[in-house]
């Protein structure tokens, strides 16, 4: 097993040099538990730099139905990722999926960001072909509350509360 890992651990190293010109981090899977309003939410994530990445159709997703229900819509033409605030999330399949146990390269993501006609930045990195974004730049920027209960290990989703900035909850 140790051999394995290992090796993992130069293939990733190696793939990270080879990017070295692009924005590159580790993703790690989230062990993370996510709760939205107090129900537990089967969403997979990763771990980058600390803080939890989701697919933008997997918070539409949980979120769906409540006070923060947003829309996902994907241009491959123009790369571009148009979200409709306040719609209920239609799915299109592959949403709320596993993810590999292992490690993998997060690449920057390129992809342009609408919300409602106005391009917003969140930070984003693309995985495996899909890209994982920020869950407080989505919470900002939608304006609902997302807390760390540190106990539990468990991201707590709030639709009917404000964001909060980290530290300040």
Do not use: C
């Not at 969403?43 to 229900?69: H, M, P």
Request: hydrophobic share 40%; charged share 20%; net charge negative.
């Amino acid at each position: 097993m140790k051999k394995i890992e290992i090796a993992s651990g130069v293939i990733l190293a190696s793939l990270l040099v080879v990017n070295a010109a692009a924005a590159t981090a580790v993703a790690k899977p989230s062990t993370h538990k996510v709760f939205v309003d107090g129900e537990r939410a089967n969403v997979a994530a990763y771990e980058i730099n600390g803080n939890n990445y989701f697919k933008l159709r997997d918070v539409a997703a949980i979120l769906s139905g409540t006070a923060a229900q947003f829309e996902v819509s994907w241009d491959e033409a123009s790369q571009t990722i148009t979200l409709t605030d306040d719609k209920a999330y239609t799915t299109v399949g592959g949403e709320m999926g596993s993810i590999p146990a292992a490690s993998q390269v997060a690449e920057e993501s390129t992809a342009a960001v609408y919300r409602d006609g106005t391009q917003v930045h969140y930070t984003g990195y693309n995985i495996n072909d899909n890209n994982y974004y920020k869950l407080r730049d989505i919470a900002a920027d939608f304006d609902f509350g997302v807390t760390w209960d540190n106990d539990t290990q468990s991201v707590l989703i709030t639709t009917t509360e404000g964001y909060t900035p980290e530290g300040e909850e």
